[in-house]
């Protein structure tokens, strides 16, 4: 895995038509760079100092890069200048060629039903093929990467990408969302994994603890020290183990899990902690939430974290 000091300031992205330079830039958005798609060349040093500057107010590490393809053509014939005087000015640079067999990009457009950049005359797709690779030969043979995508699947190519240009572990790159919720009120819209929670035993029934929330240690307790908990509890963590490594893989971004019981007081509140603590000790970048815990009832009636101008809502079982 590449040093974060090893990292490239600016990045251009560049290859054949069809080869992949669109999901190409979208990891590399994905990793925090700022991207920019066809930028003319007299602008790339511009560009960079000034991403440059709101980087040092923001005191991040400037990350730039710029797809360019056949339609700059004017970008080939200055990209060796406008590099070289990056470099004497300190800025660190890197050029990624992105190639597939011409059998394979004539499929991928016949497939996206897409005009070919050089076929505006009427030309044949394999004819701009050819006036393609004639236009980018020199900028293939300065690239730092060549990779072929003819047999790549668009999660290997950001595995390959993320390999080279990712300083960070490959499962902190993926951002991990796990809140709890109440079914009573609504289900979540925006997870990609919910769990049903209601079957374990609920300390709303204990008077003492039904003003509480799962974030108070008897709660906690009550819920996690238990036969059916703990049965749960060691059975999730094996479906986390088994998944998590796939979306990471997959070259998703953020994950989304949602734990849900009754009112989103008690039982999802602990469960929603455990799980962010499980899948953070195992190395994952993880926050934690409680979408209706706002909505519990303390003892004295008013609502946890409501506006004491607001109507109130009537408690129920968590």
Known sequence: MADINEMPELVIISGMSGAGRTEAMHVFEDLGYYCVDNLPP????????????????????????????????????????????????????????????????????????RRHPLCSDGATILTGIERERSLLREIRVNSDFVIDTTNLLPSELRTKLRGLF????????????????????????????????????????????????????????????????????????????????????????????????????????????ATGDYLSSAGYRVSVAHRDLALAVRGDGELVGADPMADAVEGGGA
């Not at 080939?76 to 406008?82: A, M, P, R």
């Not at 209601?198 to 003003?211: G, K």
């Not at 963590?237 to 997959?250: F, I, Q, T």
Request: aromatic share 8%; glycine share 6%.
């Open 42 to 113: 007299s602008l790339i040093e511009d560009l960079v100092r000034i991403t440059g500057e709101q980087a040092k107010r923001l005191d991040k590490e400037r990350r730039v890069a710029i797809v360019c393809d056949a339609r700059s053509r004017a970008f080939f014939t200055s990209v060796s200048e406008v590099l070289a005087k990056l470099g004497d000015e300190g800025i660190t640079t890197s050029i990624v060629f992105l190639d597939a067999d011409d059998d394979k990009l004539v499929a991928r457009y016949k497939s996206s039903r």
């Open 166 to 273: 990712d300083a960070a572990e490959e499962r902190t790159g993926l951002s991990v969302s796990v809140y709890s919720f109440g079914f009573k009120h609504g289900a979540p819209l925006d997870a990609d994994v919910v769990i049903d929670v209601r079957f374990l035993p609920n300390p709303f029934y204990d008077p003492e603890m039904r003003t509480m929330t799962g974030l108070d240690q008897k709660v906690r307790d009550y819920v996690l020290y238990n036969s059916m908990t703990e049965s749960f509890l060691k059975r999730w963590k094996n479906l986390l183990d088994c998944v998590m490594p796939g979306y990471v893989a997959e070259g998703k971004q953020q994950l989304a899990i949602a734990v849900g019981c009754t009112g989103g007081q008690h039982r999802s509140v602990v469960l929603a902690e």
